[in-house]
């Protein structure tokens, strides 16, 4: 079976760029989550949506960040305009939430961002 | 308040040997899993071990187990018999039953000594 599914792996952009990061999520997940690594603040939930309705976007630094999931096997997370400090390690994960529980989360490969 | 707290930055282990990662948590709720990722030098986040916060008998998974004090709110990882492929990034965290929002510790890097 295909894990989650993350494009692109890599990214460069120059600062100012608007930078659009996709995710596929693994197949009957309805719970999609990102996530932004770095080292001084580790990881860091950034959004997550139920049945693509987002939930809480608490974690979402700034007005420059937004996410989008506009079908269940399909979701978004852009920055525009993008900054040097949102370098970092981008992740997506899906898991599968049912009535009283949720099961395991499983994260894509990541993109990793570099903002000159 | 949901919380959890990996009070070792960093461990080294020789190989072959045991080690043990620790992690407590704190939450209200009485329903939850809790889980141990696995984040080696490729970035991926792999999952080692899950507990279902209900079950008394503690988790195995081969050469890993967990030492699971739902009084106590600790879940700790074993890793017997270390190997050099263990060297990675540890990550506790749980998920509790009426919120689908996981929550992550700031990880225990650790390394496999040959």
């Known amino acids: 079976d295909a894990g989650v599914i993350q494009s692109p792996r890599h990214e460069v952009t120059e600062m100012g760029q608007e930078v659009t990061l996709r995710c596929k999520p693994i197949s009957g997940h309805n719970s999609l989550f990102w996530y932004r690594q770095t080292m001084m603040r580790g990881l860091e939930l950034l959004i997550y949506?139920?049945?693509?309705?987002?939930?809480?976007d608490s974690g979402m630094p700034e007005d420059r960040f937004s996410a989008k999931m506009p079908n269940a096997s399909f979701s978004t997370l852009k920055i525009q305009p993008s900054e040097p400090r949102d370098s970092a390690v981008y992740f997506c994960a899906s898991s599968l939430a049912y009535a009283g529980g949720t099961d395991t989360q499983y994260f894509g490969p990541g993109t990793r961002l570099t903002v000159l | 308040a949901q919380t959890v707290t990996q009070s070792q930055p960093e461990m080294s282990v020789q190989e072959a040997e045991t080690v043990t990662l620790s992690c407590t948590y704190d939450t209200s709720e009485s329903n939850y899993y809790l889980f141990w990722y696995k984040q080696p030098p490729s970035r991926q986040m792999i999952l080692v071990i899950r507990?279902?916060?209900?079950?008394?008998q503690n988790a195995t998974e081969n050469r890993f187990s967990v030492n699971f004090q739902k009084a106590a709110k600790s879940f700790s990882l074993k890793i017997s018999d270390s190997q050099l492929g263990d060297t990675a990034m540890y990550f506790c965290?749980?998920?509790?039953?009426?919120?689908?929002?996981?929550?992550f510790g700031s990880g225990t890097k650790l390394n496999v000594k040959p």
């Open positions: 949506f139920n049945n693509n309705v987002p939930i809480d």
């Open positions: 965290a749980f998920v509790t039953y009426n919120f689908n929002k996981f929550y």
């Open positions: 507990q279902e916060a209900y079950k008394q």
